[in-house]
């Protein structure tokens, strides 16, 4: 099991930045794919970004493609998602979990992920 810590939100305005990080112990955290996931109120979580154990390979969600960016450092078992040009519907809690299966890289399931982490508020005014 690997446990997940969230960190980096708050309240931005609209346009602007925030670096989300996600702390990992545990199980080996380079071995792993990860992904940042999304919950606005009322909302069903959605899926952002995803990387790949050796950053080879990432796949983004529409709604953030261009804008942004997720990345890792497997030294310091930490991963991370610039976030640019914020909107107001951005605005949600962001989870970090591990994925832990796959068929097809491109090919995103909430079932294919595990180990969730506590969230981390952002929220973007406008």
């Known amino acids: 099991q690997m446990q997940l810590v969230e960190s980096g939100g708050g309240l931005v305005q609209a346009g602007g930045s925030l670096r989300l990080s996600c702390a990992a112990s545990?199980?080996?955290?380079?071995?792993?794919?990860m992904g940042w996931w999304r919950q606005a109120p009322g909302k069903e979580r959605e899926f952002v970004a995803a990387?790949?154990?050796?950053?080879?390979?990432?796949v983004y969600a529409d709604s953030v493609k261009g804008r942004f960016t997720i990345s890792r450092d497997n030294a310091k078992n930490t991963l991370y998602l610039q976030m640019s040009s914020l909107k107001t519907e951005d605005t949600a809690v962001y989870y970090c979990a591990v994925r832990i299966a796959y068929i097809t890289w491109k090919s995103i399931d909430r079932a294919q992920f595990a180990s969730w982490g506590q969230g981390t508020q952002v929220t973007v005014s406008s």
């Open positions: 545990g199980r080996t955290f380079s071995s792993y794919a």
């Open positions: 990387i790949s154990w050796n950053s080879g390979s990432t």
